[in-house]
Every structure is written in C-alpha cells, then in structure tokens.
C-alpha cells in the first residue's frame, strides 16, 4: 500500500466522522459516489464483502474506524494510531488526573460487571454496595460483552448531572435502582509511604503516570516523607506507560540542578533541547525501579537521572517507546496519535526501540516480596546511588 494511498484513505475516513456517522456506509452503497477517488480497489473489495460476507456487517462508526485503523497499519509505526471514543475519554480522565464521576470501580469477572463503591463517594453514600452487579445506566440495558472501560464512560459526566445506576444485589438477589449525582472524582498519579521496617528512614514514590496534577503530587509526597525524616527515596516507576512530555520535564527537574533531560530530533534531524528547569531539588540519594512496562515519558525522566548520574536504575529493561506523538482530537470523540519525532537521554542515545538498560537488573519476581524494591535498598545501602542533584 503506498504513503499516497493510505494518505487518501485517512483523508476521506476523517472526513466521514466531520460530516455524519452514516456518510461512508452511504459514499461506499452509491456507485454514483465512487467515480474519480481515486480508490476503486477499496469500493471494488467492499462490494464483494457486503455481498457475499455471510456474518454481520459492522455499523457505520465500527466501519470508519476499521478504515482508518487499516490505513495507519500501513505505517508500520504501532504508535501512530487512533484511539477510539471511550479509550480516549478514559485516557483524557487520567491526564487530567479527575472525572466526573459517582466514584465506583467496575471490574468484570465470569462475563459479568460489578461495582466497587470507594469510601465516601457519591455511589457509597447513595446505598451501592460492593460487588453489586451493573445491569444498566440511565435506563439503558449494557449490551452484551460490554466491557469495564464502556460502562466506566456511560457512568462518568459533567460534575453535577445526575446518573441513574441499575444493579443486581447478589445477597438478595434484589434488582435496585440509585439516582447518583456526579462528583469531582481525584485519580492520583503519585502515591507515597515512609518504608517500614528499612534503615536508614526511606521515602517510597511511586509515579502511575505523568498527568497534569503529577508534579504537584511529587513535590507534595517528597515534601511529606522528608517531614518524616527519610534519608533517602526510591522512585517506583515500573508500569508507568508515560503522559505528557512537559510533566516529565517538570518530574526531572524535582531531582536534577541543572543540564539536559532530553532531546527530540525529528525526520529532517532537526534537534530540540528539554533543559532542566530550576524548582526545589530533592537532594537524597536517589533510586529509579524499572521494568518492561516503564515507557515513554516515564523513560524520559529513568533516562535523564541515569545519565546524569543522579540514580542508579534497577529493574528490567524498559519499552524502549522514545517516539514524540501528537494527538489531535477527533470530531466523534476518537483522537489521531501521529508519531512526529524520537527522543534521545542527555548523553544522546536513543530510547526507541532500544529502551534503558538498568545498572542493577533484577530478572522477573520470584518468590515472596517485591525482590526490584529490596535490590534498590541493597543498591543504596550500598553507596552506588549517592550523587546529589546537578552534580
């Protein structure tokens, strides 16, 4: 398939979700539509497959996407691809780092959706119980092989609004309603403890991802396990897939005096600078755990403490996911992520594809404990990780 032709296709399936949601399903059944696209092979292969295909055809939006989908596999790049309505809006929630929302988690288990109420939100203090299992939202039954990301959007909405939540009592097998009025719900990216048990008195911070509220969850965490007297800090960022490029910079420079956190070089090897900005530094000795999930944004800040020598890194090798997407929200709700540019650490090697080698690597968990935890502790009671910030 060639860059012109996969071009066409993106051009014409966007261009489907900007006018109406039945406008490719109608372009594609009017022959009269077809002539001088450019495209006969895709209205040719259609054809046959509406004719002949002996199953159920998708619906409109299922179509555009599939078109659009097919046409940036082409690329051969498994970043620059579309995110889709409700794995957008869920994506959007977590950057944001809050939703709207009656605060209950949904899990599925046996082909089933149930609801965890969270302490004192507006689902516990409406009468839902844990384990209670979803039936419908606002009237409208969940459609089958629904899965915990659709009924996590249909539950979600403007701060205020109102939601009606059906649900099955397994104890009673009572089918109960609650009217639910939406709240502003916090998903934070940081969490932080004082280790116990661990001497000297150590500070444990773990990033989930590089959202907005990020920065000033770190500054908050450091400055409350240094109130408890740690001496030093380990910072958990395995499973972090990443977020946003300026909450990186801003994490790097929690720990770093002065220099580079990245660069990014785009197709005509044009090279863009990411300086460390000056902030309050946090001085203890300092460890990054890591692992094959820890990716992106998330390899960015690993990568800039490493080669500033300001933490040893231990774990597993990381994603190497170093590429620079844009993303440009769509008008059905689905976002278009293009991949513009790669990343390089501080002493310019590339993370895409390559990813962080750690300088103490643990192989997978085995055993009781959190074995990558106690290899950074060993790491640092062993004096390896003890260079300041901006040294």
């Not at 032709?5 to 900007?18: D, R």
């Not at 899990?107 to 209670?132: F, K, N, V």
């Not at 609650?178 to 773990?206: D, K, M």
């Not at 278009?336 to 990813?355: A, C, E, F, R, Y």
């Amino acid at each position: 398939m060639s860059r012109g032709w996969a071009a066409a296709l993106i051009a014409v399936t966007i261009a489907a979700t900007s006018f109406a949601a039945g406008f490719l399903a109608t372009f594609i059944r009017q022959p009269t539509a077809r002539a001088d696209t450019g495209l006969t092979l895709v209205w040719e292969t259609w054809g046959y497959a509406e004719r002949y295909f002996y199953g159920e055809m998708p619906d409109d939006a299922d179509l555009v996407h599939g078109a659009i989908d097919g046409a940036l596999r082409s690329l051969e790049d498994p970043y620059t691809r579309l995110v889709r309505p409700v794995a957008n809006s869920l994506e959007q929630d977590r950057l944001r780092g809050a939703h709207g929302g009656i605060g209950a988690t949904v899990y599925e288990t046996e082909g089933y959706l149930y609801l965890l109420a969270l302490p004192d939100t507006p689902a516990g203090r409406a009468g839902i119980r844990d384990d209670d299992r979803l039936l419908a939202v606002d009237g409208v039954d969940l459609p089958a092989g629904a899965d915990a990301d659709l009924a996590k959007s249909w539950l979600r909405g403007e701060v205020g609004t109102s939601v009606t939540v059906t649900v099955l009592r397994p104890s009673s097998r009572e089918t109960l309603e609650f009217t639910v009025e939406r709240a502003e719900i916090a998903e934070p990216s940081v969490e932080f403890r004082l280790l116990e048990g661990v001497s000297p008195p150590t500070g444990y911070v773990r990033v989930a991802v590089f959202g907005e509220r990020t920065p000033a969850e770190l500054q908050r965490a450091l400055a409350t396990v240094r109130a408890q007297e740690a001496e030093q800090v380990v910072l958990d960022l395995r499973g972090n897939p990443g977020g946003l490029l300026d909450t990186a910079v801003e994490v790097a420079s929690r720990f770093l005096r002065r220099g580079v956190v990245a660069y990014e070089v785009d197709a005509d090897e044009v090279e863009k600078r990411y300086g460390v900005r000056p902030r309050v530094v946090a001085t203890e000795p300092l460890v990054v755990l890591v692992d094959e999930a820890t990716a992106s944004a998330a390899e960015i800040v690993a990568g800039a403490l490493q080669d500033q020598g300001r933490a040893l890194l231990v774990g597993r090798p990381t994603r190497g996911k170093g590429s620079v997407q844009l993303a440009y929200q769509l008008s059905d709700g689905s976002s278009l992520h293009v991949t513009t540019s790669l990343w390089l650490t501080p002493d310019k090697n590339q993370i895409n594809q390559v990813g962080l080698q750690p300088d103490v690597i643990v192989e997978a968990d085995a055993g009781e404990g959190d074995v990558v935890l106690d290899a950074g502790l060993r790491a640092l009671a062993d004096g390896r990780s003890r260079k300041e910030a901006g040294q």
